[in-house]
């Protein structure tokens, strides 16, 4: 069996195919008949006639299409619309829709594997431990303890640096998937209007108001609209690469960098301000203030990074990105601890950058107070 669906061509063996189907309705199975019954922008639908026992059976195989947009682009994207669609199918009111058998996965070999019954999913992953290293952040909260770096502190943010540097060297021409990462900036639950919808009401907040994050998601569209066809930035990215856990060095200055997020391919600019929005946020956290160790590792970060990519450009886009990330490090509910006056300062940085045609590293002081 031949499987094409939009740009993409899938081989499913058809004695695996019966033995599924077979499965499926326990008993023998026959294949009669194969064939494509159409295509539209998010799904095509296949004809599958075979005997079960002695009788014919018709169904139609309906596959999305993950080269149009529509955020279908990943695999797990695609299950997510079968899984929901399976449940709605069969729940709807009595007689008012066809019902939906089951919802299948193909296999790398060619095989057909059953998950409509599924109620969730799980991943299995190799145990983190100790010897992987540990979290950067205790690197960060050391450097504050000190308030002074020592040259492995600037060994390791070069290595930061460098660990982006490789993975943006990662080009991908796909226009959708561009566009789909600036929509999800601004729109995705766990981004930043997801976050703002995690904050307590904004009235009975004393940093902030429902006027001043109304404002913030208005330059987030504005934004998104200035900067969503710039396709050609279309890299490989982390998703969240920040240092509370995601970023581990080992004693010898290896690194990993663990939970890649969200899309695999994106803005670079959503990995930089991930994390060197911490070093603004841990500074002012301890201090009040953006002292100077901070300092020099931003610069430090910012001097090799631009220099190894060459790519001056992101300082042009970065400005809603970080708009998201330092509503995330202001979260009264993920930092508790934090001062109101030092949140305030958070806030003073998301609204400068937004405002900002292009963000300037050394301006950073001065976003802070306005």
């Not at 540990?134 to 640096?161: G, M, Q, V």
Request: net charge negative; aromatic share 10%; charged share 30%.
């Amino acid at each position: 069996m031949i499987i094409d669906v939009g740009s993409s061509r899938l081989r499913v063996d058809d004695s695996k195919m019966e033995k599924y189907l077979s499965g499926l309705y326990r008993q023998p199975v026959s294949l009669l008949d194969f064939r494509k019954l159409g295509e539209g922008f998010h799904n095509a639908g296949f004809l599958l006639r075979f005997t079960a026992g002695t009788d014919e059976k018709r169904l139609v195989m309906r596959v999305v299409r993950g080269d149009t947009g529509w955020s279908h682009d990943y695999l797990g994207d695609r299950a997510a619309v079968l899984l929901l669609q399976h449940c709605l199918f069969n729940t709807a009111p009595k007689g008012t829709c066809c019902r939906s058998v089951d919802v299948a996965c193909i296999t790398k070999a060619g095989s057909v594997v059953s998950v409509g019954d599924s109620v969730e999913f799980f991943n299995l992953v190799e145990e983190v431990t100790e010897m992987d290293g540990r979290p950067y952040i205790e690197d960060l909260f050391e450097i504050a303890r000190r308030k002074s770096l020592r040259e492995r502190d600037r060994r390791r943010c070069l290595i930061t640096a460098d660990y982006l540097v490789n993975l943006h060297a990662d080009k991908r021409r796909n226009d959708l998937l561009y566009l789909r990462h600036i929509r999800d900036l601004i729109g995705h639950g766990e981004m930043l209007m997801g976050v703002v919808d995690t904050y307590p009401n904004p009235n009975t907040l004393t940093f902030t108001s429902q006027e001043e994050m109304t404002r913030i998601e208005q330059k987030a569209v504005e934004w998104r609209n200035r900067i969503k066809h710039l396709t050609h930035r279309l890299s490989r990215i982390h998703g969240d690469y920040h240092p509370f856990g995601n970023i581990r060095f080992r004693q010898d200055d290896t690194m990993t960098a663990l939970d890649l997020a969200r899309e695999m391919y994106g803005e670079p600019a959503d990995d930089v301000s991930a994390l060197t929005i911490n070093y603004i946020f841990l500074s002012l956290w301890k201090f009040g203030d953006y002292i100077h160790p901070f300092q020099e590792l931003m610069k430090t970060f910012y001097d090799r990074y631009l220099d190894k990519t060459g790519d001056e450009e992101i300082l042009k886009v970065i400005a809603p990105f970080y708009a998201f990330r330092g509503l995330v490090v202001a979260h009264p509910l993920y930092y508790p601890e934090m001062e109101d006056e030092k949140r305030r300062m958070v806030f003073n940085f998301v609204n400068s950058v937004l405002e900002s045609e292009e963000f300037n590293p050394k301006q950073i002081p001065s976003y802070l107070k306005t």
